[in-house]
């Protein structure tokens, strides 16, 4: 049987260390390897850094950072790398042979994916491969009293 691999952007985001940890944990569980992947850009407009080498380095302590903080998982091989592009682009090409492509939603809302788009959202429509994303909780929401069934509900 070929071991299977599974991709994950990763982002230096709670959303994409969410996504690392999945990954990981279903690699452990399935004979699994997971690639771990984090695009750059020039000019990112994320940072005030325009210059691609240092850009390209920010971007390998990044995943560095999130690769050393993961809990090691026995017999989990794990390879990691940055590249240039898009991140829509780069995590679809690097999910070419790919079981699983794995993402970390950022939890922003329909007004942010209007203005910005949806990484995940181009990943799942051109993918070769499953994809999944793992949401980021959001606030608590206040839950609701219990309310005891009365005679007139009952009825």
């Given at each position: ?90 995590l679809v090409a690097a999910a070419r042979n790919a079981d699983l492509l794995v993402l970390g939603s950022h939890g922003h809302g329909r007004a942010h994916h ?36 009365t005679e007139a509900g009952s009825r």
């Amino acid at each position: 049987m070929a071991t299977r691999q599974i991709v994950v952007g990763v982002d230096g985001s709670q959303g994409g260390r969410r996504a690392f940890a999945w990954a990981l944990e279903q690699a452990a569980a399935g004979s699994a390897t997971v690639q771990a992947v984090l695009s750059w850009r020039r000019g990112d407009p994320r940072t005030s850094l325009a210059d691609a080498r240092a850009c390209q380095e920010l971007a390998q302590l990044t995943l560095d950072r999130e690769v050393q903080a993961q809990p090691a998982r026995h017999g989990v091989s794990v390879a990691a790398g940055v590249v240039e592009g898009q991140p829509a682009d780069v995590l679809v090409a690097a999910a070419r042979n790919a079981d699983l492509l794995v993402l970390g939603s950022h939890g922003h809302g329909r007004a942010h994916h209007t203005i910005l788009g949806s990484v995940s959202e181009a990943c799942i429509a051109n993918a070769p491969c499953p994809v999944v994303v793992i949401p980021v909780p959001g606030p608590p929401r206040p839950v609701a009293a219990a309310v005891p069934a009365t005679e007139a509900g009952s009825r």
